[in-house]
C-alpha cells in the first residue's frame, strides 16, 4: 500500500518553464489537495478537489491549475515557472468521511 | 492574514523534558484542531487531533490542550525523546456535513531534543 505518491521528488526549472506535478494515490479518497510549503509559513493551500470530477481554489492559486484525472490522480501545473513558485509541494487526500489527511513525500521545485 | 499563529518557532529542550508549541486561531467557525509531525524530507503526518468539545487529549506522551474561550491550543511533549526531534505544525479546518477538509496550518515549529 503507497499510499500517496507524488511525482517528481525534486525538480528545477527556468523562470518561464512550464511543467506538471503528479499525485496519485491508492487508498480510495474521495478528496485530494495540493499544499505548498515555505519556510516560516507553514504549509498553504493552492487547489483542492473534493470528490472526483470537481476542483476549487485554496488560499494561493494564482500561476497554477489543476486536473482531477479521476479518482486516484490529481496532477498541479505551472504554465509559466517563476522564482516565487521554488518551494516544497504536498499532495495530501482524505476520505470525506474521516478528517485525517494523508500526505505524499513531497516535491522540492526550485525556480532559476 | 494568518488565521493561526504558531510558536515558537523553534524549541530545544534536553531529553527527558517537556516541550510546549502553543498555536491562536482567530476563526469560531474551526472545530477540528489536528497537530501534524514532519520529519526532513517527508511529508508531514497526523500525530493527534481535537475537536473543541473536549479540553484535553492524551495520547501516550502527547497532550493536546485546548482552550476554547482564548481561541487556543497547544502540544505538550512529555519526556521528550530525540526521536521526538521534528517539525510540528498546528492546524484548523472547519468540520460538518459537507466539509471541504481543508487546513489551514500554522507557521510550524522547529523542535530539537538533545541528548
Known amino acids: 500500500n503507497a499510499g500517496v505518491t507524488q511525482t517528481p521528488k525534486f525538480q528545477v526549472l527556468k523562470t518561464g518553464q512550464s511543467m506538471t506535478l503528479q499525485c496519485a494515490q491508492d487508498?480510495?479518497?474521495?478528496?485530494m489537495y495540493w499544499y505548498r510549503q515555505d519556510p516560516g509559513m507553514g504549509l498553504r493551500l493552492i487547489y483542492y478537489?473534493?470528490?472526483?470530477?470537481?476542483?476549487d481554489k485554496g488560499e494561493v492559486p494564482n500561476g497554477y491549475n489543476v486536473s482531477r484525472l479521476n479518482k486516484r490522480e490529481f496532477s498541479l501545473r505551472l504554465e509559466s515557472a517563476a522564482p516565487s513558485q521554488t518551494s516544497v509541494y504536498f499532495c495530501?487526500?482524505?476520505?470525506?468521511?474521516?478528517?485525517?489527511?494523508?500526505f505524499g513525500q513531497g516535491t522540492r521545485l526550485t525556480v532559476v | 492574514q494568518q488565521q493561526v499563529k504558531q510558536s515558537p518557532q523553534s524549541l530545544i529542550v534536553q531529553k527527558g523534558g517537556i516541550s510546549i508549541i502553543n498555536c491562536a486561531y482567530e476563526?469560531?467557525?474551526?472545530?477540528?484542531f489536528p497537530w501534524y509531525q514532519q520529519f526532513p524530507g517527508k511529508g508531514p503526518a497526523l500525530l493527534i487531533a481535537?475537536?473543541?468539545?473536549?479540553s484535553e487529549k492524551k495520547e501516550g506522551r502527547f497532550t493536546i490542550s485546548f482552550n476554547k474561550s482564548a481561541k487556543q491550543f497547544s502540544l505538550h511533549i512529555m519526556d521528550s525523546q530525540p526521536g521526538d526531534s521534528a517539525t510540528y505544525f498546528c492546524?484548523?479546518?472547519?468540520?460538518?456535513?459537507?466539509?471541504?477538509?481543508?487546513?489551514?496550518f500554522g507557521q510550524g515549529t522547529t523542535l530539537q531534543v538533545k541528548p
Open positions: 495530501a487526500s482524505r476520505v470525506v468521511s474521516r478528517t485525517e489527511a494523508f
Open positions: 487508498m480510495n479518497h474521495n478528496s
Open positions: 478537489s473534493a470528490s472526483e470530477g470537481t476542483t
Open positions: 476563526n469560531t467557525a474551526f472545530d477540528y
Open positions: 481535537i475537536r473543541p468539545d473536549v
Open positions: 492546524a484548523a479546518s472547519i468540520g460538518g456535513s459537507g466539509n471541504t477538509g481543508k487546513l489551514i
